[in-house]
């Protein structure tokens, strides 16, 4: 493991990382975000949440900057969800995505995020919302595992660790 898995994965176990939005987090990005369908999602998922609490408090030193950085990173997860909510006809959770049975359908969603070009499948608009939402849905993967492991579900810890691996596999 990486230190910022250990790093994030020992932060949800301590309650570093709220499932409620922070107060900043509510301040700084809730209150400037887009009440549209992909920013009604990133207020709701749970993970999404997490993840916008982790970049806040990461960035805690640029005040200026942080609210729409983590606002830009949440919308993107967001989209990604929504894509894939769209793609498979279903209405799961993030959570309930990160499993290695739908990571052939969550890399899928990641390139129409990066705006896979219809004519041409190698080119996207903007590549590097693809690699960002690699390194993103790495984070959320090990903030699952982090909450599995506080629950002692060890079925979901082994989902989140299974679409990790499918996950470096492919890199």
Known sequence: MTFSELITRSDIIADRIQDIASPALINEVFKNMLMDDIGNLA?????IVR???????????????????T??????????????????????C??????PCYFD?????TLVVAGRDAEDAELLESPSNAIKLGHD??????????????????KSEE??????????AEN
């Open 71 to 92: 606002s830009q990173i949440m919308r993107k997860v967001a989209r990604l969800l929504l894509n894939f909510k769209k793609e498979t006809n279903t209405d799961y």
């Open 159 to 168: 989902k989140g660790q299974g679409f990790l691996r499918t996950k470096l």
């Open 137 to 154: 849905l790495k984070r959320i993967a090990n903030i699952k595992i982090g909450l599995a492991i506080m629950a002692k579900d060890r």
């Open 43 to 47: 207020r709701k998922d749970h993970l």
């Open 94 to 99: 993030l959570s309930d995505y990160l499993k």
């Open 51 to 69: 993840l916008g609490n982790k970049w806040m408090e990461k960035n805690i030193g640029n005040r200026l900057k942080r609210g729409k950085f």
């Open 105 to 109: 359908e969550v890399a899928k969603s």
